[in-house]
């Protein structure tokens, strides 16, 4: 064993949970969706099971299913992480914020003011969106990745840039004197850039870490040199050990390359658990949430298995013949584990309950079951640690702190307690303030 310890994050999508029917799950308030006392309610629970941070998803549009199924995403996920902010004391607070459809200017002040808010606590996942009904909401279009990520660079820059213009000792305050800001300390940043611009200062102080920590979300190699320059906590999705630890040597090699330490950039992988008090019970807790939504997912199970699968056949496992000529369709990442799950004679409904064709893998099972698969990734130095996707906010944050993560400090993988107070000390990532100088840009 190493001296590495995992870190966790806690996905706080919706006022309800991860699983697409969680609003209307035996116990949850239907109307959660605008229940700010709820939210506090799970931020506090996850921080009791010191969560290193809490991870507000965003989306600029209304989503898909929400006719029948939770959005993707909470209200506006700065002015919830305000409202929890003030009713926390140690859980790092990120929020994913667009950097092509905000400029510099509002991103730089409306973080900062939130790390101040919070002592140190804010965090920023750049995503560029590429959702095109998103970009109708502002009267765009999705332009192509280059120019996307083009401003996302000139963006964080400028951002970072704001962030440092009143430098960390500006504040004099020193009522004798008279002096509130020593002026040669704060300075306009005067960045011209070819999408965005911002003269600045900005006239806030620095928080208790600085400024607040950056994140980023997705892959390919635009998103890779973004995350390997700014950085310092990757929101991954794999679905096999191998590929979080690709991803994991991938961010960290960008980071290497653009001049920083890879120790720097923690990588967290998704998980969504299905917990219960043993198998069985986890499968009747995921099929009793989702019932409804199986029959119309087994024909994309039968793609991902090489059959031609219909509703019919739901309550039954796949037959002999079926086993035989059932393949894991290169397509699909998950293909390998919906087959797995397949072959051990689980019914189709059961298949399904697994989380197979779920965004995120899916431990089921008792609280061992998830302490396991969260072991054997961060044994394997696939992960720094997991964003955490409960299945229902109302009872699963509790289920998840109360019985997981003490299985996870009896073995030595997680800490006690928190050891600092600020998101860059509970990522254990470098002071930063201003532009990393070290950052080579081309
Ligand atoms: C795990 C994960 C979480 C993400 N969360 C968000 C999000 O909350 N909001 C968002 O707009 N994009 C999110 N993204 C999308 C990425 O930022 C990126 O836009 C997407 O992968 C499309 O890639 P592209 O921008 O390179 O075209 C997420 C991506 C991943 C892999």
Redesign the pocket.
Known sequence: MTDRTMILGMHLGTGYGSQALSWRAPGVDPGAYTDFDAQVRHARAAERGKFAFLF?????AVTRGIEREVP??TLEPMLTLAAIARATERIGLVA?G?TTFNEPYNVARQFKTLDVMSHGRAGW?A?????PN?AANFGQT?AD?PE??GRAHEVIQVVQALWGSWQEDAWVKDPATGTFVDPDKLRPVNLQGAHVAARGPLPIPPSEQGQPVIF?????A??LTLAGRYASGV???AFTIEDARAQRDAAREAARQAGRDPDEVKYFA?VMPALGTSVRDALDRRMALNGDLFASRVPYLGLMLGLSLDAGQLDQPLTPAQLGAARAGSGDPRAARALEVAREGWTLREVLAHGVID??PTPVGPPAVVADHLQAWFDAEAVDGF?VSPDVNATDINTFVDEVVPLLQDRGLYPADYVGTTLREHLDVPHQYGIDPRIVTH
């Open positions: 507000l998803p965003d989306s600029l993707q995403a994913t667009s996942n995503v560029t969106t590429s959702d998103a999705i990745r996307r990520y980023s979300a997705g892959g390919g635009y998103g929101i991954g999705a998704g965004y995120h964003w």
